[in-house]
Structures are given as structure tokens and as C-alpha cells.
């Protein structure tokens, strides 16, 4: 498409999809967005599902001048949904590739009749370019083509940059362990293992043992496989006597672990804790166990009802310590980061006067 209807001016549309759940917020965004120079302001699913197409009349109520875009991936019913979408203020309406030839067609007559564009959202489409060239044919405007949100690594945002597999530790170091508790449906932490030091905070991939209780062989054998950033995980059982002491947390320093947690007793909490290693565990105690060299290094380990694989991804801050499985890792980590920015954005409005109840919308999400 082009600026102002100039070809000669031909330059890329910029939109802003406004994926919130409530109406307030999203004016908000739209505003910063439209001074900042977009083009289109999207109604997203989330916010027409939250707030109906009164979403859509307010957002072309405040800018009459913007195209104002209605993602209502639509599946079925073409024809009521464009309609509504285009008399509720749509300057453009969203259907579905994925949809049946005569859906689109039903959608791409009521665009034409309602005085709106129609766009065909690619999404899960396996061949969009020959869906995008067969929705042409049968009356649409123009394609989107981009991968579902649940799937995506690599979108910029405003605050920060989504991150890929090689990036996951950057972004693991700034969230936290509520963060990402928050963005995984309230997964819980590991119960019963707490930091030694107040402030603690590690991330990175798991080297796993199994031991038994007392027996601090395998544990001290672990650290010489560990690379630098590893997180050693120990299964002692949740037992008595301590299977780590302050000459291990010396050695695992010394090679460069990011810390330690074992679902057990540890030791020399007072020389750890002067080491400055982050050590999270379940118990303390004085007494130390012997080496009997039982046990096994990077197998499946189980604490706290939770099974940790080698290679999974281990955080620990104040709250405790949650672990990500590795093959899900990169997606958590990123909706970790997105559960910060809307927390930083609410920090911002609470700072401007509002209150935690109000930028929340407490009321409105109640039990009536």
C-alpha cells in the first residue's frame, strides 16, 4: 500500500496491535502509538474477545483520522462479522487464510459493500503464498503473513528484544522467578528449597545428580563436568547429613558455576554465604556425611515433585527456584519477559496517581 494513496511515495505501513484485555489501557498504548507516528491502531483479538466491538468505536472515536483495524479472525459467519466490524468504525477486518474459500468470499462482498479493506491473517497457513494469490482472487485486499504468538522468538518490543536460544541467559538474568511463574499458568517453584543469601539470583542449565544421603562423592565429581554458567541440581532426598560444604561452593566458584541447589542439607552456610555463591537448598545442618561414591551424575532427578532433566534451565531468586524444561525454555523465558513490561507499564501508571486496584481493573474482573 502506499503513503496517502501517493505511489510515488511508496513507504511500509506501520500498525501497533493493541493485544490487551482492557479497554483503558489499550487508549492509552493507542495514544503513544499515534503520537509516535503509526499508521493503523489494531483492535487485537484479545481486546475485541475482552471488550467487544466497542473497542473498535472507541479507538475511532479518539482517532478519527487513523485506519483502525479489526483483528477478528474470523473463521466462519463472514459476511455479520465484517459487516459489524466495518459499522463499528473498521477501516480494515481481519479473516482467517485458514477459512473456507466461500468465507473469505462472503467477507471480501461485505467489505466492498460496507466501504472497508479486507486482510487474509496467514497464520498457520501451510502454503501462504498460494492461499495469498487464491484470496486475491476471490476479492481480498491484502495478506499478513506472521507466525502465531505462541510460537515467536525473535519479535522486538518496545522495552526489549525477544530473544532466540543463544539469548536465553540475557533474558533469564532479568526476570525473575514470580516473572516467570506468572507467564507458565502459576507453575510453582520448587517447594521447600529456599537461597541462603537474601538477594540470590542464578540462572542456567542444570548438570543433574542423584546421591545418596550423606554421601557427598558424586556431588564434588559433578562439579569437573560442569561448564562455566551450569547450575548443579543434587537429589540427596531431602535428608540429613549435609552433602556440601564450603570447600565444594570454593571448587564450584572456582570453575565458574552460576550455583547450586540440592534438595538436602548443606553446610558452612556462614563461608558460603562470605563466598557470595548463590546456594539454595532444603536443610542445613552441621554434619557431614562420607564419600561412598554412590549415585549418578546427569540422570533425571526428582525434587519437590518436579522431575529436572540435565540441560533444563534453572533460576533461583528470593522466591525460591523454578525450572524451565529445555525444550520449552526459550518460549517461557520470552513471555517471562513480556509478564515484566506490562508489570513495568502498570509501575508506571501507579506512579502516575493510579492505584494498584485500579490499573488491575479489579472490579471488572470479578465474580459477579
Known sequence: MSAAGDPSKERPIVQVALDFVD???????????????????EAGTPLIKAEGLNAVRALKAEFPGVTIVADMKTMDAGRTEVEYAAKAGAGVVGVLGAASDSTIKECAEAARNYGCKLIVDMIEVADPVARAKRAQELGADTAEIRRAVDERVCIETTLYKRAGAADIRTVLERVSTANISDAWHRQPSLHGIRPLLPGAHMCGPAVTVRTYPGDWAKPVEAIDLCRPGDVLVIDAFNSYPAIWGELATHSAKVKGLAGLVVWGAIRDTDEIARLAFPAFSSLVSANAGEPKGFGEINVPVHIAGQTIEPGDWVVGDG??????PKAEAVELANRAMDVLEKENRMRGEIDAGKTLAEVAYLQKWEKR
Not at 493507542?30 to 507516528?37: M, P
Open 23 to 41: 479497554l483503558p489501557r489499550a487508549l492509552e498504548v493507542a495514544r503513544e502509538a499515534v503520537a509516535g507516528g503509526a499508521d493503523w491502531i
Open 319 to 324: 522466591d525460591g527456584v523454578i525450572v524451565l
